[in-house]
C-alpha cells in the first residue's frame, strides 16, 4: 500500500536536528574530535541535500517500476538511523568523561568501557558512515531512476459524482437523511445554511450526500450542483466554475477569480441551489475563503452540503452546528458484509456462520470496511481461507495480495491523507502501532514517548516540546487517525486518574503499520518473532508472557523503543534488554520483576523509563547513572523512598509517584530544576515535602491531592508557589486549607485548578479575579466556602463545579463569564438565588440537583424558556420503548445523559438496560416526526437521555479532555433532579431544553453534552 520508505524524510530531518545540535554544543565546549567533526558537518551538508529530495521521492514512489526507488529510500533511511546512534553514542561518551573527576577519569581509561577507544572507534564508524552516504547519494543518477523522483504519480483518488448506484441498497443512515433533509427543508432569515458532514474516512459521508442530492424532496431547489473537491487542494477557481458551469448562467474561459466569485454569488441570490462540496480538506485560510465566496449577506433559499473528514474544516466552513456522522451498528455492517460477499445467499451459509460475526465486529461500524472484505470474500469465490484471512489479516496486506479489478479499493482516500501530513507528524503517527490494535493509549505517555525518540520539532524553539506533541495529537484527532475513549463514569474517588485516553480505529491502525514497515514489530506469541527475525527492526511492543520460548538472537538489536506489556520473569526480560544498547524508551510496567533488570544501567541513551506497577521498593543508585533520562514513572510501585540521587538526573522533566502508598520521604526534589510535570497524588504515607519548591521554575502540572498524612502545606512551600511562571495544572484537592495566600492570584499562567474537598476552606483571595487565563475550576466539596467578589472577573472560565458547598448563598454576575459551559451547583443548599445574567448565557449546561425549589423553579422560568418544545406522547409498555431504544441505538452513535454500570465500551445500552429506561427523545429543539416517548413507571424511575453524538454542541465536545487534563475536576459523582441546557439550533437563536432526572443509587452523572427535554 505505502511501505516503510514513507519514513525517511522525516528520520533525515531528526537526524539533521541532532547534528546540528551537537555541533552547537561543540562550539562552547570542548571541541569534537577533529576529524570527527569533519565528517559530521560533512554529513550534514549531504542529509540536507537530500532531505528535499526524499520528500519529493516518497511522494512519488507506487508502483511496480519504482522498486529501485523504495529500496533506496529504505537504504537512506537504515543509514540515518545508524549516523543517529553513531552521534549520540560519541557525545555520550564526551559527556561522561569530562563530566568525571580525576579519580573517576583514570577509572574510566583502566576499565573496559574506556571512553577513549570507544571514542576512537566511533570515529571510524562515522567515516564509514559517510562514505557509505556518499555512495548513495548518487545512486538514483547512476540506476537511472532519478526521472521517478522528480515525476508526479497519482495517488488513485476517485472523482466522486452526485451518481447513486441503486441496485445496492443503503443502510443504516434513514435517520440521517431524515434529519438532514429537515434542516434542508428550513427557511433561513439571514443568510446561506452551510451544513457540514464530518467523520472518519470510510463512514460514508458521501454516500449519505448523494441520497440528499437524489431525494424527491431536494427537487425543489432549481440547480443541484455537486462539486467534487480535490483533498487537500482547494482551489476557488475550480470550485466556482464548477458550480456556474451547472447552472444555466455563463462563464468566460479567461474570467478571474473576482468575476468567478461574483457570478457565484448572483446565482445563489437569484436562484434556489443545492451545492455538494465532497471531500472538502485544506489550509484554514483556503477554507476561510471559500466561506467568504459562498456567503452573499443577502436572504437566499440556497443551501450548500459540505462532507470532510476533518473536524476542524467542519468548524470552520459551517453556518450551522457540524452534523457528526455515527459508526453503524454490527447488524447494518453485517447486512453490508452480505450484500456483497453472499449476494442472494442466506446468511445461513456455513462459511458466514463459521467466521461472520468475527468479520462484520472488525469493522467497527464502517461502512467502507464492511464493503471492502465483503468484495473481497465474494471475488474469491467462498473459499474457507479467504473468509479466515478477512477475520484475521491486517487490511492493507489483502488489499495488496488480492486482484484491484475484484475488490472494492479501501484505502486510496487514506493515502491522501497521509501524504498531506507535514513530515514530522508522519513518525509520530506511524509510532502509534506500536501499540497493537484495540490498545488504550495513554496521552501523556505517548507524549514522553515521543519526545524522548526526537520526534518532536518546536518550530523556532518557542514552545516547549510536550506543547508541541500536543498541538501533533489534535491534528491526528482532528482527521480521526487518533481518537479520544470516552469515559461514560467518573469516578467521584479517584481526583486524578486522569489524563486522557486514545485510540487507533483498525483503519487508522493499519495505515500506520502499512507505512511502518520494518520499523515496527509488535511481537503477540513467540510464532510471531520468529516470523519477523530477518528484519532490522527500532521501535517493539511485546505482549506475550511466552518470552522464554523466544531466542533472544531473534531480537533486533537496534531497538530504540522497547514496550513490555507482558508477565515474563526477570530473566528472559533481561535477555532481551541485553542485546539492545540503544534504547531511548523503556517501558517494563507489564513485566512480572521485583527489581530492575541489571542490563538497563548499560543503557546510556535512555530518556524514557516506566517502571510503573511492579513490586519494587528501592531505587538501585545506578538509575543515576542516566545522563539522558527525562521521564521516569513510578507510579504504584512500593518505592518508599526518593533518593538523594535522584538530583543526579539534571534533564528529568517528567517525575509520575502517583499512587506510591508507601513513599515516606521525598529527598532533593527541588533540586530537579527541568522538572515540568510532578505527580505526587496519593502518596498516603508522605508526611513533608521540602521546604521550597521555588526552584522548580519550569513546573506546568503539580498534583498534590489526596496525601492524607499532610492536613495542610506549610506556609512557605504555599509562598514558593508564587515563583512558578508556567503552572498550568496546579491539584490541591482534599488538603484543609482555610483560606489561600492573597498571591495566588499572581500564578497568571493558570489553567486549571482544583480546590475540591477542601473542607476547611472558607475564603479565596480578592485576587482571584486576576486568574485570566483560568478555564477549569473545581470547588466541589468546600462546604464552608464564601465565594468573593473579584470572581466574576474569572472571564476565561468555562467550567466550574461548586457542588456540595453549602455555604454559597450567591454567586457573582456572570456578565464576564462569557465562556461558561457548565456549572454544577448540585447540593448547593444555601444557595438562595440565581445571578439573573445567567440567563444570557447560551451554551451553558447547569446541573441544580438538591437546591432549594426556588432555584429549580427560576431554571424553568427562565425568559428563553418559551422556545422549548413541551409535546410529549404516552406510548406502549416499558419493554417496548426499551426495544425501541435499542433498535434507534443500533442505527446510531450513542451517549447518555446517566452513565449505567451496565453500559458498554462504546455506549450502548446491553439488554439487561430494558425495563429500566425511560427515553425522552428530541432533536435539535424542533418538532420531530420521530415520536418523544414518555412512560409512567415508579417512584424510582430512571430517566435517561439518549442523542446522537453527531448532535454534540462544537464547544461542549471538549468537556471530557479539558476535564480530564485537569485531574477530572468536575468529577463529583453527583446526578440532577433538574439538568438544564441550551442549544444553538442556529446562529441566532438558542432552546433551552430540560430534563428531569431522578437520582438513583449507583449511578454517576456522565459530563458530556446532550439534549434534554421536559
Known amino acids: ?110 576499565s573496559l568501557s574506556n571512553p577513549m577507544l570507544s571514542k576512537v572507534s566511533m570515529v571510524h564508524k562515522m567515516k564509514s558512515k ?14 537511472h531512476f532519478i526521472s521517478h523522483i522528480n ?46 458532514i464530518v467523520g472518519p474516512v470510510g463512514l460514508g459521508k458521501t454516500t449519505l450526500a448523494q441520497l440528499i442530492f437524489n431525494d424527491a424532496r431536494a427537487e425543489t431547489f432549481r440547480f443541484r450542483i455537486w462539486v467534487h473537491v480535490s483533498m487537500g487542494n482547494v482551489s476557488l477557481q475550480k470550485i466556482g466554475r464548477d458550480i456556474v458551469l451547472q447552472t444555466t448562467e455563463k462563464i468566460e474561459g479567461n474570467m478571474q477569480m473576482q468575476s468567478i466569485k461574483n457570478v457565484v454569488q448572483d446565482i445563489l441570490n437569484k436562484y434556489s441551489c443545492l451545492i455538494v462540496l465532497d471531500s472538502l480538506w485544506g489550509k484554514d485560510e483556503e477554507v476561510n475563503e471559500l466561506k467568504q465566496m459562498l456567503l452573499t449577506g443577502r436572504k437566499t433559499e440556497s443551501k450548500v452540503i459540505v462532507t470532510t473528514h476533518s473536524s476542524k474544516v467542519a468548524e470552520l466552513i459551517s453556518t450551522v452546528p457540524p452534523y457528526k456522522l455515527s459508526l453503524l451498528s454490527e447488524d447494518d455492517c453485517s447486512a453490508i458484509f452480505c450484500q456483497r460477499a453472499i449476494a442472494g445467499q442466506s446468511i ?48 492493507w496486506k489483502i488489499e495488496e495480495d488480492y486482484p484491484e479489478n475484484k475488490i472494492v479499493p479501501m484505502f486510496p482516500s487514506f493515502k491522501i491523507v497521509y501524504y498531506s501530513m507535514p513530515h514530522e507528524l508522519r513518525l509520530c503517527f506511524v509510532y502509534c502501532s506500536i501499540f497493537p490494535k484495540g490498545y488504550v493509549i495513554d496521552k501523556k505517555k505517548l507524549i514522553q514517548q515521543w519526545i524522548a525518540l526526537d520526534m518532536i520539532e518546536s518550530k523556532h524553539g518557542t514552545l516547549p516540546l510536550d506543547v508541541t506533541a500536543e498541538k501533533y495529537i489534535d491534528e491526528l484527532k482532528d482527521i480521526y487517525l487518533l481518537q479520544v475513549l470516552e469515559r461514560h463514569q467518573i469516578d467521584a474517588e479517584i481526583s486524578n486518574t486522569s489524563e486522557e485516553k486514545l485510540y487507533m480505529n483498525n483503519l487508522a491502525h ?143 522533566n517528567y517525575l509520575n509517584l502517583q499512587g506510591c502508598k508507601k513513599l515516606k520521604q521525598l529527598n532533593n526534589l527541588d533540586l530537579l530544576h527541568e522538572l515540568h510535570y510532578l505527580n505526587l497524588s496519593r502518596c498516603l504515607e508522605v508526611r513533608s515535602f521540602p521546604a521550597s519548591l521555588k526552584n522548580l521554575r519550569k513546573l506546568r502540572f503539580l498534583n498534590l491531592s489526596q496525601c492524607s498524612k499532610l492536613p495542610t502545606l506549610p506556609d512557605e512551600l504555599l509562598q514558593s508557589f508564587s515563583s512558578f511562571s ?61 465565594l468573593p467578589e473579584s470572581f466574576k472577573y474569572l472571564s476565561s472560565l468555562q467550567f466550574l ?30 444557595l438562595k438565588a440565581l445571578p439573573k445574567s445567567l440567563s444570557n448565557q447560551k451554551n451553558l449546561q447547569i446541573e441544580v440537583f438538591g437546591c432549594q425549589d426556588c432555584i429549580v423553579q427560576s431554571c424553568y422560568l427562565s425568559p428563553q424558556s418559551h422556545t422549548c418544545s413541551q409535546e410529549v406522547k404516552e406510548v406502549g409498555s416499558s419493554s417496548d420503548i426499551s426495544d425501541t431504544i435499542l433498535k434507534e441505538s443500533a442505527n446510531r452513535d450513542v451517549a447518555l445523559g446517566i452513565s449505567f454500570p451496565e453500559i458498554d465500551e462504546v455506549g450502548y445500552p ?94 454517576s452523572f456522565a459530563f458530556c453534552p446532550f439534549h434534554l427535554v421536559s
Open 348 to 395: 445461513s451459509d456455513p462459511l458466514f456462520r463459521e467466521y461472520g460475526e468475527e468479520i462484520v465486529r472488525r469493522c467497527e461500524g464502517m461502512p467502507l470496511v464492511a464493503n471492502f472484505l465483503g468484495s473481497v470474500v465474494n471475488a474469491q469465490r467462498q473459499r474457507r481461507e479467504i473468509w479466515k484471512a478477512a477475520r484475521d489479516k491486517d487490511m
Open 910 to 1003: 446491553h439488554n439487561n438496560l430494558k425495563q429500566k429506561l425511560t427515553l425522552s427523545y428530541h432533536m435539535d429543539g424542533h418538532k420531530s416526526e420521530e415520536p418523544n416517548f414518555i412512560t409512567k413507571q415508579n417512584s424510582t424511575t430512571e430517566t435517561v437521555q439518549l442523542t446522537p453524538r453527531h448532535q454534540f454542541p462544537s464547544s461542549t465536545c471538549r468537556i471530557s479532555s479539558i476535564a480530564s487534563s485537569s485531574s477530572a475536576l468536575f468529577a463529583s459523582g453527583s446526578s440532577s433532579d433538574v439538568s438544564i441546557t441550551y442549544n444553538p439550533v442556529s446562529n441566532d437563536k438558542a432552546v433551552p431544553v430540560y430534563h428531569i432526572l431522578k437520582p438513583v443509587p449507583s449511578t
Open 801 to 830: 463545579n461548586l457542588s456540595h458547598c453549602h455555604n454559597v448563598e450567591y454567586l457573582p454576575s456572570f456578565d464576564k463569564l462569557s465562556n461558561l459551559e457548565y456549572l454544577n451547583l448540585s447540593q448547593c443548599a444555601g
Open 726 to 786: 508556567s503552572i498550568v495544572d496546579l491539584n490541591l484537592s482534599g488538603f484543609e486549607f482555610q483560606m489561600l495566600p492573597d498571591f495566588f492570584g499572581n500564578i497568571c499562567s493558570l489553567q486549571f485548578l482544583s480546590l475540591s474537598k477542601c473542607s476547611k476552606l472558607e475564603l479565596l483571595p480578592q485576587s482571584f479575579g486576576q486568574l485570566a487565563y483560568l478555564k477549569g475550576l473545581d470547588l466541589s466539596f468546600c462546604s464552608d466556602l464564601k
Open 510 to 652: 493499519d495505515l500506520a503499520r502499512s507505512v511502518a514497515g520494518e520499523d515496527i514489530l509488535v511481537i503477540l506469541d513467540a510464532e510471531n518473532v520468529r516470523c519477523n527475525r530477518n528484519y532490522d527492526y527500532r521501535y517493539a511492543q511485546v505482549s506475550t508472557s511466552s518470552l522464554q520460548s523466544i531466542d533472544s538472537k531473534a531480537w533486533p538489536s537496534k531497538a530504540r523503543s522497547l514496550v513490555f506489556k507482558s508477565s515474563a520473569e526477570l530473566q528472559h526480560v533481561s535477555e532481551v534488554l541485553s542485546v539492545n544498547k540503544y534504547l531511548r524508551v523503556l517501558d517494563i510496567s507489564g513485566c512480572s520483576v521485583k527489581e530492575m533488570p541489571a542490563p538497563i544501567f548499560q543503557m546510556k541513551q535512555l530518556r524514557y523509563l516506566d517502571a510503573s506497577t511492579l513490586s519494587i521498593a528501592d531505587l538501585p543508585p545506578q538509575i543515576s547513572g542516566f545522563p539522558k533520562l527525562q521521564t521516569l514513572d513510578l507510579s504504584d510501585t512500593e518505592v518508599t523512598e526518593l533518593p538523594a540521587f535522584i538530583a543526579n538526573l539534571k534533564r528529568l
Open 130 to 143: 559517510r562514505e557509505l552516504l556518499q555512495t548513495r547519494q548518487n545512486l538514483p543518477t547512476q540506476y
Open 1 to 110: 500500500m505505502v511501505g516503510p520508505e514513507m519514513l525517511v524524510a522525516a528520520t533525515v530531518n531528526q537526524v539533521v536536528r541532532k547534528i546540528n545540535e551537537i555541533i552547537g554544543v561543540a562550539q562552547g565546549e570542548t571541541k569534537l574530535c577533529c576529524s570527527f567533526s569533519d565528517d559530521l558537518e560533512g554529513i550534514k551538508d549531504t542529509l540536507v541535500y537530500l532531505e528535499g529530495l526524499l520528500k519529493n521521492a516518497e511522494s512519488n514512489s507506487f508502483g511496480s517500476d519504482r522498486a529501485n526507488l523504495r529500496h533506496w529510500l529504505g537504504q537512506i533511511k537504515s543509514l540515518a538511523y545508524d549516523i543517529e546512534d553513531i552521534v549520540d553514542g560519541y557525545y555520550s561518551s564526551k559527556e561522561q568523561y569530562e563530566g568525571s573527576n580525576y579519580a573517576q577519569k583514570g577509572s574510566l581509561l583502566c
Open 151 to 196: 515525476s508526479v504519480v497519482n495517488y488513485d483518488e476517485k472523482q466522486t459524482t452526485s451518481y447513486r448506484n441503486c441496485d445496492i441498497r443503503i443502510v443504516g443512515r434513514g435517520p440521517d437523511l431524515e434529519h438532514l433533509m429537515y434542516m434542508l427543508m428550513q427557511i433561513n432569515l439571514k443568510e446561506l445554511t452551510i451544513i457540514s
